[in-house]
């Protein structure tokens, strides 16, 4: 008799069948690495020209507001045009701005007002790059491979997330921004090298905005507002994506504690810079781990079911965090409390790996179930909700730590977030229902 061993390490298996894939996983895991050692390298540069943490607050607004504006937009491209060429074209702007971030560091230009300009400008690129990877994806693989495909993808960005703070601290020590910069100039060119490779992914017939339309051969798609507005009034049709988004709203708006971080590594855990730090990473462990672990999980047709206790998890995990925090108490410490920083870092890992389940299933419902040209669309809300939600939870639970304090801001979060999630299965259950093998939009 032999014994049938679960799977338990990630599924590896769109790696192996499809080439093109492939080299977009390795192309874009090499350039997520080199972004973020840009953005932190970006935030230290801009204090240490300013010694304003506000400053540095700043940058998460230029960073913003174009994602916001042209996350619609760029999905509509996406619908539109070739996906390859949309992504090469975007992707060479944003590889241009990086130059342009190397190219002021050698200068020593010294000015915050540039960084702002090229943030936002990067940014710009990114909202319609982005809509145009994720709607790719599709194209190379069977749905059936989605999930594990869309795993992958979490877990290079999770290393990126983990090793490129750490890294661009040192490489700024060390040699400063222009090294920096240029390295992320470098991993960039691997992203545009998987480009190059693709095939041509011209836009497919139009489904139309109903459920069993006919696909409509009219000509080439206008690209403008009412294009826009065809892909919201689509989603306002399709009750699982647009539950997607909402489910992800209740966790990133009720229960994103990183705004607490810095904080609680002064007034409650001690540590300073370095505990913030090591929170900021433990969510990016979890999601690294989780998808490391994710084996059996790439196989389950009960998507929706999946994702609902996922982001339970994240709510409970975020109150647990909370919770030690409270016991810990606001004492101004002047070493680290190790026993609480511990039982911190394991609740948000679990809060991580959480958030990279949700996520995966996420994004594995949007891409099967939504049409091809309506993908890019989609992918542009995608992109503003998952923008745009940790913001609004920034917001809600500063104001929160304010009222209550740091610790109980978290639990009631945490709390608030599962609460919200069942109220909104209760006003529309079909999600629960969801079947990976028959994809209902």
């Given amino acids: 008799m032999i014994l049938q061993v679960p799977r338990l390490l990630a599924d590896t298996t769109p790696l192996r069948v499809s080439p093109a894939f492939r080299r977009l996983w390795w192309g874009l895991g090499i350039s997520n690495l080199g972004a973020q050692l840009t953005v932190v390298a970006v935030g230290l540069q801009v204090y240490s020209l300013t010694r304003s943490t506000l400053a540095v607050g700043v940058l998460g607004i230029c960073a913003?507001?174009?994602?916001?504006?042209?996350?619609l937009y760029g999905g509509a491209l996406v619908d539109a045009y070739d996906r390859r060429k949309v992504a090469l074209i975007a992707s060479s702007v944003l590889w241009v701005v990086t130059m342009a971030l190397a190219a002021q560091a050698w200068l020593g230009a010294d000015s915050v007002n540039v960084l702002y300009a090229l943030v936002a400008?990067?940014?710009a690129a990114f909202a319609v790059n982005n809509p145009a990877r994720s709607a790719i994806i599709p194209r190379l693989l069977d749905p059936k491979l989605l999930p594990a495909a869309n795993t992958l993808m979490t877990i290079t960005w999770n290393v990126a997330l983990t090793i490129g703070p750490l890294a661009a601290a040192l490489i700024v020590?060390?040699?400063g921004y222009g090294i920096v910069y240029t390295v992320d100039v470098l991993c960039f060119t691997a992203a545009l090298w998987a480009l190059v490779q693709l095939p041509g992914m011209p836009p497919?017939?139009?489904h139309g905005g109903d459920a069993g339309d006919e696909p409509s051969l009219d000509g080439p798609k206008r690209v403008g507002l009412s294009s826009v507005l065809e892909g919201l009034r689509y989603l306002a049709t399709r009750p699982n994506v647009r539950m997607t988004f909402l489910v992800d709203l209740a966790a990133m708006i009720f229960a994103m504690p990183r705004v607490l971080f810095p904080a609680i590594g002064v007034v409650i855990l001690g540590g300073g810079a370095t505990t913030t730090g090591a929170l900021t990473a433990a969510l990016a462990v979890g999601g690294l781990l989780a998808g490391l672990f994710s084996g059996g999980l790439t196989r389950v047709h009960r998507q929706g079911v999946v994702i609902m206790w996922a982001i339970?998890?994240?709510?409970l995990s975020v109150a647990g965090f909370g919770m030690v925090l409270v016991l810990a108490g606001r004492s101004n410490p002047d070493q680290v409390l190790v026993v609480a920083l511990v039982g911190a870092l394991v609740m948000l890992v679990l809060c991580g790996a959480s958030d990279a389940i949700s996520s995966v299933f996420r994004q594995t419902i949007l891409q099967s179930a939504t049409p091809d040209d309506m993908r890019g669309r989609l992918q542009g809300v995608f992109i503003v909700v998952?923008?745009?939600?940790?913001?609004l939870g920034d917001l809600v639970l500063g104001a929160q730590s304010s009222w209550w304090g740091e610790g109980w801001a978290a639990v009631v979060g945490g709390l608030t977030c599962v609460v919200v999630l069942l109220l909104l299965l209760r006003w529309q259950p079909?999600?629960?229902s969801y079947d990976a093998r028959h994809?209902?939009?």
Avoid: F, Y
Wanted: avoid cysteine; glycine fraction near 12%.
């Fill in 439 to 441: 994809p209902e939009p």
């Fill in 386 to 391: 998952v923008a745009g939600g940790p913001r």
């Fill in 430 to 432: 079909r999600l629960l």
């Fill in 121 to 123: 400008l990067q940014s």
């Fill in 312 to 315: 339970i998890a994240w709510g």
């Fill in 204 to 206: 497919e017939p139009s």
């Fill in 173 to 175: 020590s060390r040699w």
């Fill in 64 to 71: 913003l507001v174009p994602l916001v504006v042209l996350g």
